[in-house]
């Protein structure tokens, strides 16, 4: 399984991104996906999950309301919209799969991760 992530950057303070992750070499339906982030000196935090079909989603309170995850089968593709952006929304957002047909919130339980892409939000 390889995930590329791409869409990170800089924003400021309110503005929005859009991240992308696709899934390549196994069969996306397969999995359940998850948004991570980890900010300097912190450890890796769950932002969002979503579930096979995409009809179910999970959010951490840091972002519920601001984040949306949403996944195109069709494409491979899981993404995550970010509204309203905060300074301490700055860190490496990776993306992960497991094989799950339930919404996987344990960091400990992705097997498969992508390399990261850095979101920077300034005030």
């Known amino acids: 399984v390889r995930l590329v992530e791409s869409g990170g950057g800089l924003a400021r303070a309110g503005d929005s991104l859009s991240l992308s992750c696709v899934l390549s070499g196994r069969d996306f339906t397969e999995y359940a996906m998850g948004w991570f982030r980890q900010a300097p000196g912190k450890n890796r935090e769950i932002v969002a999950a979503i579930n096979r079909s995409g009809g179910g989603t999970w959010y951490s309170e840091s972002v519920k309301g601001r984040f949306t995850i949403s996944r195109d089968n069709a494409k491979d593709t899981v993404y995550l919209q970010m509204n309203s952006l905060k300074p301490e929304d700055t860190a490496v957002y990776y993306c992960?799969?497991?094989?799950?047909?339930?919404?996987?919130?344990?960091?400990?339980?992705?097997?498969?991760w992508g390399l990261g892409t850095q979101v920077t939000v300034s005030s």
């Open positions: 992960a799969a497991e094989e799950s047909s339930g919404i996987v919130v344990q960091i400990t339980y992705y097997e498969n």
